[in-house]
C-alpha cells in the first residue's frame, strides 16, 4: 500500500449511470484523501435494499452517475491531514449514518442522527468540500451516502468509518454497517421489547429477521413473522420466529387475525417494507393502551401514511428507527464483540457470496425474494 500514498488510485467500481439501468463495471479513478478524510481498500461489501431502491428510482437520494453500496468493511489504505480517529491499517466498518460527535445532534445523547446526515453535502453525493474523489472517463461520479463500497477504493469522511478489531471476519462484519445493526437495534433500543411481550414483524428479509433476532434476545414470547413467501417461514425460526402468518391465508382483515391471535392485539409491530398499507396494518394490529409500532422500511418518498386520529388517542405510539438507534463508532465495536461470543448471528444472513462483477445478479435474487443477503468480494478476480 505504500506506494499508492497520496497518489491516485485506478481500480474496479459498479458505476450507476442512470436510474432503471443495470450497474456498469467500470475503471474508476479514486482521488488521495484530504482533510479530515480517508481512503479505504474495500474487501467485502453486503448488498442491501436500499441500493435497490436507487437504482430502480424509487428513492431519491444523491446525484448520477453515482457509486452505491453502503454496507462495507475494509482497511485504511491512507489518511488525509486532520484525522486522528484512525490510522493506515486499520480494519474498518463503513457508517453510512456519520457520527461527527461535534453537532447538536450528537452532543445531545438523544439520538443518533448526526447534523451531517441530515444536511450539508452527505445527501448530494459529495465530499464536505463540495466536491468527489471519484472519476470514470473524464467524468465526475458521485458518492452516496459518504460511503459507495461497491468501489474497490473509496476516500470518506472520517466521522464516516468506525474502527474495528483486527480479529473479526469482514466478509460477516461487514453486514453491521446497515441492515443487521438496523433490525436488531429497532428491537432492542428503539422499541425496548420487553419479556414475555408479543411481536409481529412484516417483511422477512434480512432487516426482518434481525428484527426477529432482537425480538428473542428481548425475551419476547411470541414472534410472529410475515410475509406473503412461505418458504421465509422456516428461515425466521433460526432466528427466532415462533410462527409465521402468510396474509393471503387469511379472508379477513390481517389486523382483525393478528388481535384475535394475540387477545386484542400485539405489544409491538415492526414494518420493514416501507410500504404505506403494511404500516398502517402494522399499526391497527397493536393493542390499545400500550401498542408500539416501529417503522424501518422506506417508503417511496410521494407515500402517505394515514390513520384514524383517534388511534393515537386510545394510547397506540408510532416510533421511526434508522440505524436501529445505533451511534456508529460507539455502538459497532460492541456488536462485533456480540457477534463472536454468538450473541448476534452473521454468518446466517448471508446465502450467496459472490465477485463484483456479478452484482447485478445480486440485486436480480434479491427481487426474486431469493437471498436474504449476498456478500460481495471486492477483489475476487483482481490482482489485490
Same mark, same amino acid.
Given at each position: ?26 475503471? =474508476? ?62 480494519? =474498518? ?22 447534523? +451531517? ?43 464516516? =468509518? ?105 405489544? #409491538?409491530?415492526? +414494518? ?11 399499526? +391497527? ?40 438507534? #445505533? ?11 456480540? #457477534? ?18 456479478? =452484482? ?25
Amino acid at each position: 500500500m505504500a506506494d499508492t500514498q497520496s497518489k491516485p488510485i485506478q481500480c474496479k467500481a459498479a458505476v450507476c449511470w442512470e436510474a432503471g439501468k443495470p450497474l456498469s463495471i467500470e475503471t =474508476v479513478e479514486v482521488a488521495p484523501p484530504k482533510n479530515g478524510e480517508v481512503r479505504v481498500k474495500v474487501l467485502y461489501t453486503g448488498v442491501c435494499h436500499s441500493d435497490l431502491s436507487i437504482l430502480n428510482g424509487s428513492l431519491k437520494i444523491g446525484q448520477m452517475p453515482i457509486i452505491l453500496g453502503h454496507e462495507g468493511a475494509g482497511i485504511i489504505e491512507s489518511v488525509g491531514s486532520g484525522v486522528t480517529d484512525c490510522k493506515k491499517g486499520d480494519h =474498518v466498518v463503513m457508517l453510512w449514518l456519520p457520527q461527527c460527535n461535534q453537532c447538536k445532534s450528537c452532543k445531545s445523547g438523544k439520538t443518533n442522527l448526526c447534523d +451531517e446526515f441530515l444536511g450539508g453535502t452527505h445527501g448530494l453525493g459529495t465530499m464536505l468540500d463540495g466536491t468527489t474523489r471519484f472519476t470514470c472517463m473524464g467524468k465526475q461520479i458521485h458518492h452516496f451516502l459518504d460511503c459507495s463500497t461497491f468501489s474497490q477504493y473509496i476516500v470518506v469522511p472520517e466521522m464516516s =468509518v468506525c474502527k474495528i478489531e483486527t480479529s473479526a471476519p469482514l466478509d460477516k462484519v461487514c453486514l453491521l454497517g446497515c441492515g443487521i445493526a438496523t433490525g436488531y437495534g429497532s428491537a432492542l433500543n428503539t422499541a425496548k421489547v420487553k419479556p414475555g411481550s408479543t411481536c409481529a414483524i412484516w417483511g422477512l428479509g434480512a432487516i426482518g429477521m434481525a428484527v426477529i433476532m432482537g425480538c428473542r434476545k428481548a425475551g419476547a414470547s411470541r414472534i410472529i413473522g410475515i410475509d406473503i413467501n412461505p418458504d421465509k417461514f422456516k428461515q425466521g425460526k433460526v432466528f427466532g420466529m415462533t410462527e409465521g402468518v402468510n396474509p393471503k391465508d387469511h379472508d379477513k382483515p390481517l389486523h382483525e387475525v393478528l388481535t384475535e391471535m394475540t387477545g386484542g392485539g400485539l405489544d #409491538y409491530t415492526f +414494518e420493514c417494507i416501507g410500504n404505506v398499507k403494511c404500516m398502517q396494518t402494522a399499526f +391497527e394490529s397493536t393493542h390499545k393502551g400500550w401498542g408500539k409500532t416501529i417503522i424501518i422500511g422506506v417508503a417511496p418518498d410521494t407515500d402517505e401514511f394515514c390513520t384514524k386520529p383517534f388511534n393515537f388517542a386510545m394510547g397506540k405510539r408510532i416510533l421511526g428507527s434508522f440505524y436501529g438507534d #445505533y451511534k456508529g463508532k460507539d455502538d459497532v465495536p460492541g456488536l462485533v464483540e456480540s #457477534y463472536k461470543n454468538g450473541e448476534v448471528l452473521l454468518d446466517e444472513f448471508v446465502t450467496h457470496k459472490m465477485a463484483l462483477d456479478k =452484482v447485478n445478479e445480486a440485486f436480480d435474487l434479491m427481487q426474486e425474494s431469493k437471498s436474504l443477503r449476498t456478500v460481495l468480494n471486492m477483489w475476487e478476480g483482481s490482482e489485490k
